[in-house]
């Protein structure tokens, strides 16, 4: 099929790229279970053994993923606290999303809570990580096909700015359909905060337990990890709307790249710092543990702050919380925050995400490489995004977003960057 004129620009190294990553992903998140679990943790080494099939593959660990997928499903499906719509799509219409991230997070904690006074064996998931992170790499394939082969007879407004290259490889990587559903179940919207984050906490805390029996108790980087991820994980759930307003909701279609990425990159690498303080304990002093907390709030503050404000804002730019902040009106009626965390720098949000990042290594101490994967790999993330982020708003907001641009010279670091 001939590359369509509507076609937006190739990204990520286009086909080349897109296939690269295929292969390169799944191996970089199998390549740090083993090495995380490994006595040298050597992040740029090479892996202690090549695992074969029987280390991979094993039906019980299918079993147990589609398990998994299926409670949460479940639990999307309950009523919702409330509907919200989602951005105006090409057509002028508008989808409708439940919110309930956070109810299916709290049931979920009831479930464990429950199955762990029955007898769940919880501390034994550890062990099978590699073969969960497998099951959920083939999952991420074959979800992604279909969706690829259900997008083929999708109209074309439905399709992603992207993911309409006429490239096999390139549109599976980057996903054909912008919002695949079947009735009122939206598959991106399900995956992008549920069973990849709500997973990354049950496994967190299954690592947990198995440190309280190995050694008597956790530690206290365990504890932290535990709590700033879990911390990160309730506020993505209880701010679930926001999510409404991302590039991977509203620009990029549905393919391997985020079906990937949530199911599988997501609970099994931004899980490495606790895996890895499974098999390398820390020491960890007071005053050190107080002044990483104190990072991580700072952070968060941030954080929280810039989306918050940002948020606000655009449901409602006359909120007595925003309605005195400085902005630039744009020629689609829309204006760009000019003052406020919006005018420190153009992503002030990353920069909190990327001092929580910091703080979520710290407790593994300095003598790895290996716990600091999840900042070098966010940052490269995020440098990346913020560029794509610009492109797209270099194209809605036009010379209001030069002016912006002049008036917060800063992309992420005050100063620096
Ligand atoms: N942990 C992880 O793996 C990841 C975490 N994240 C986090 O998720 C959150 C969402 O990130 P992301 O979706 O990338 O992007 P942002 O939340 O930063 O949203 C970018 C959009 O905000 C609007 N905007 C930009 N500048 C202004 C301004 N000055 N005034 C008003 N609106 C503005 C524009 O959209 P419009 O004008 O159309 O509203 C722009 O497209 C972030 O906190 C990020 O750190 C993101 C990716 C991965
Ligand atoms: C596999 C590749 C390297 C890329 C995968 C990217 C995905 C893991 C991320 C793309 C955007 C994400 C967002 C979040 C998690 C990671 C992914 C799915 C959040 C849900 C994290 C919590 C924040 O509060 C909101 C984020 C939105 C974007």
């Not at 309280?212 to 993505?236: C, H, I, K, T």
């Not at 995020?382 to 800063?410: F, I, M, N, S, T």
Request: proline share 8%.
């Amino acid at each position: 099929m001939a590359p369509q004129s509507s076609q937006a620009p190739l990204e990520f190294g286009g086909p080349l790229g897109a296939a690269v990553l295929l292969l390169l992903l799944p191996a970089t998140m199998i390549h740090l279970l083993l090495v995380a679990r490994s006595g040298p943790a050597r992040l740029l080494g090479p892996p202690p053994y090549l695992p074969g099939l029987e280390a991979l593959w094993s039906p019980r660990a299918l079993l147990l993923l589609l398990g998994w997928l299926g409670l949460q499903a479940a639990l999307y499906l309950l009523p919702a606290r409330q509907v919200a719509e989602g951005q105006e799509l090409k057509d002028k219409s508008r989808l409708r999303y439940p919110i309930n991230g956070f109810q299916a997070l709290v049931l979920t904690a009831l479930l464990v809570v429950l199955g762990l006074a029955a007898g769940l064996p919880l501390r034994a998931l550890p062990d099978m990580l590699l073969p969960l992170a497998f099951a959920a790499t083939l999952t991420a394939f074959v979800f992604s096909l279909l969706l690829y082969l259900k997008a083929q007879a999708a109209p074309a407004s439905a399709l992603a700015p992207g993911g309409k290259s006429g490239n096999p490889i390139y549109d599976f990587f980057l996903g054909r359909e912008l919002n695949p559903r079947i009735y009122s179940f939206d598959f991106k919207y399900f995956c992008e905060l549920r069973p990849g984050l709500i997973g990354w906490v049950l496994i967190n805390l299954a690592l947990l337990l198995q440190e309280a029996e190995l050694r008597g108790s956790p530690s206290l980087a365990m504890w932290l990890v535990n709590g700033f991820q879990l911390l990160y994980v309730a506020d993505a759930l209880w701010n679930e709307e926001a999510v409404l307003t991302t590039m991977d909701i509203t620009h990029d279609g549905f393919g391997f790249m985020l079906a990937f990425g949530d199911l599988a990159w997501v609970p099994f690498t931004y899980s490495l710092q606790a895996q890895f303080l499974l098999h390398h304990p820390q020491p960890l002093g007071l005053p050190m543990a107080s002044a990483i907390c104190l990072l991580n709030a700072v952070g968060y503050y941030i954080f929280r702050g810039a989306n918050s404000q940002k948020n606000t804002f655009r449901k409602n730019p006359s909120d007595p919380r925003v309605a005195d902040l400085e902005t630039i009106p744009t020629a689609t009626g829309r204006r760009l925050l000019v003052s406020g965390w919006w005018g420190m720098v153009r992503h002030p949000n990353y920069l909190g995400d990327l001092l929580m990042a910091l703080a979520w290594s710290l407790p593994c101490g300095l003598s790895h490489l290996l716990p600091y994967f999840y900042i070098i790999y966010f940052t490269a993330l995020l440098v990346h995004r913020e560029a794509r982020d610009e492109r797209q708003c270099l194209q809605k907001y036009g010379r209001a977003w030069l002016e912006y641009c002049r008036r917060v010279p800063h992309r992420i670091v005050p100063y620096v960057y």
